[in-house]
């Protein structure tokens, strides 16, 4: 069945650099993406969406970039601090689908001081 | 404005056993989904209610997990009998509306269960 899934199962990066997580989706039906942060213990928290007929948007520190021609996702944070450690999740919607969310795997990123 | 309540927060049973799990939604959301998260794995839908209909449950393994939501607010999830591959976290999320596909879900905190 079509899945999401990740490049990177972790990414370590110094505090204060810029960090950038890969997602690539398989179904070329879906139309909405999302960026999910999961904190350990916690539940997914939103962090930032896009729809298919954007190619970037920008939130505080985050930027989600799409790539519909080669069925790719990225989350860029900015000056990353050590409270982004968590495990990223990009998810993605088919519209036709009664808004059913798939989520991919997960990147870790872990922020070394 | 509370979030999504969830309990208990920890559940350990062992295999052939029954456990139930509870989940207030955030106060005004007409839909509420549980999700199933494996170690390591994202989380995977369940069930999606709407009020307290069922809009989705294609996924739910429906000859051990059952789930009711009577009054369109609260809801439970169980599992009877359990098996060892049931070990995860049980999410429970709500959104306001749950028919536009950009809208937001707010998730609890979960109930991470092991079966032993």
């Known amino acids: 069945g079509e899945s999401v899934g990740l490049h990177l199962p972790t990414l370590s990066v110094q505090e204060g650099d810029n960090s950038i997580i890969n997602c690539a989706y398989s179904?070329?039906?879906?139309?909405?993406f999302i960026w999910y942060k999961q904190e350990s213990g916690k539940g997914p928290q939103f962090i930032i969406d896009?729809?298919?007929?954007?190619d970037k948007r920008q939130g505080q520190r985050v930027t989600v970039l799409l790539n519909k021609t080669v069925k790719h996702l990225s989350l860029q944070i900015a000056a990353t601090q050590p409270g982004d450690s968590a495990v990223y999740f990009c998810?993605?919607?088919?519209?036709?689908?009664?808004?059913?969310?798939?989520f991919g795997s997960g990147t870790q990123l872990t922020v070394l001081p | 404005e509370a979030g999504v309540a969830q309990s208990p927060r920890y559940k350990i049973i062992e295999k052939r056993q029954s456990v139930a799990f509870w989940c207030n939604p955030i106060?005004?959301?007409?839909?509420l989904y549980w999700y199933q998260q494996i170690l390591g794995q994202g989380p995977k839908l369940l069930i999606q209610?709407?009020?307290?209909?069922?809009?989705?449950d294609s996924q739910l393994p429906k000859d051990r997990f059952s789930a009711e939501r009577l009054k369109g607010v609260d809801s439970t999830l169980k599992i009877q009998p359990a098996k060892l591959e049931d070990s995860a976290v049980y999410l429970c999320?709500?959104?306001?509306?749950?028919?536009?596909?950009?809208?937001?879900?707010?998730f609890g905190s979960g109930t991470q269960l092991s079966v032993l």
């Open positions: 209610f709407q009020n307290n209909g069922v809009v989705d």
């Open positions: 106060s005004g959301h007409a839909t």
């Open positions: 896009i729809r298919s007929n954007m």
């Open positions: 998810a993605e919607a088919f519209s036709g689908s009664a808004r059913q969310l798939t």
């Open positions: 999320a709500s959104s306001l509306y749950g028919g536009a596909t950009n809208e937001k879900l707010f």
């Open positions: 179904n070329s039906a879906s139309d909405y």
